[in-house]
């Protein structure tokens, strides 16, 4: 099963708007990380939050951490029609692994 | 400085013929880990190798498949005797060495799009 689940799987937004996406994980983590996949490319890393953080910001995005509820969320203010695209949230289970949920398609109307 | 290199970026192979997948990592990085994506799904995780070594193949078929990353040269994601199953874009990523579990951060490759006959 997948260590990590996005929700909501797919979202449609106008542009301007904000877009939330949410993680929910199984087990305890040192970290979690994003990542943002446009169609057909590979994956690009978007943000890192540490186990100990609560909340972190990178430019136009905003990452929580709630390690009680085992869930992260991913805000994109102010979106743009480049922000269309797949985004996964990963954890390490353990060790240097990687494991990534099954992503949020979102999409940006111009 | 190059990010992470794959080749080739399409392969097409009929069934029972072998595929041969590489992957050169990013300058000074030493982890290389592949993954395996189905259309509209996300990522898993295949196998993940140092230099010589395979350091967790947890999410590898246990027949047909197998990986290396030899002292010289790319990483290899070998597919013997392929199958319709196997048709999927396979990602490899490199990082370099941490000391925090979980803290690398992965740079993918565009990926190689199998398609079996």
């Known amino acids: 099963s997948q260590q990590g689940e996005e929700d909501p799987q797919a979202l449609s937004i106008q542009e301007g708007e904000n877009a939330t996406m949410n993680c929910s994980y199984k087990?305890?983590?040192?970290?979690l990380q994003w990542y943002r996949q446009n169609s057909g490319r590979g994956l690009v890393h978007l943000i890192l939050?540490?186990?100990?953080?609560r909340e972190k910001h990178s430019g136009r995005l905003r990452v929580t951490l709630d390690t009680s509820k085992k869930s992260s969320s991913l805000l994109i203010t102010a979106s743009r029609a480049a922000d269309t695209a797949s985004y996964f949230c990963?954890?390490?289970?353990?060790?240097?692994?990687?494991?990534f949920g099954a992503g949020t398609i979102l999409r940006v109307k111009s | 400085n190059a990010g992470v290199m794959q080749n080739p970026r399409h392969l097409v192979r009929r069934r029972g013929q072998e595929a041969r997948l590489r992957c050169s990592p990013m300058k000074g990085h030493s982890h290389v880990y592949w993954y395996r994506q189905l259309p509209e799904e996300g990522l898993k995780f295949m196998v993940y190798l140092q230099k010589e070594n395979i350091i967790d193949e947890s999410g590898m078929p246990k027949e047909r498949f197998s990986a290396e990353f030899p002292k010289e040269g790319p990483s290899i994601l070998r597919i013997q005797q392929v199958v319709r199953g196997d048709s999927a874009a396979y990602f490899c990523?490199?990082?370099?060495?941490?000391?925090?579990?979980?803290?690398?951060?992965?740079?993918f490759g565009a990926g190689s799009r199998l398609t079996v006959l």
């Open positions: 990963a954890t390490a289970i353990y060790g240097n692994k990687l494991v």
């Open positions: 087990t305890s983590i040192n970290n």
């Open positions: 990523a490199s990082s370099e060495v941490t000391r925090a579990a979980g803290a690398n951060v992965l740079i």
């Open positions: 939050i540490r186990s100990n953080e």
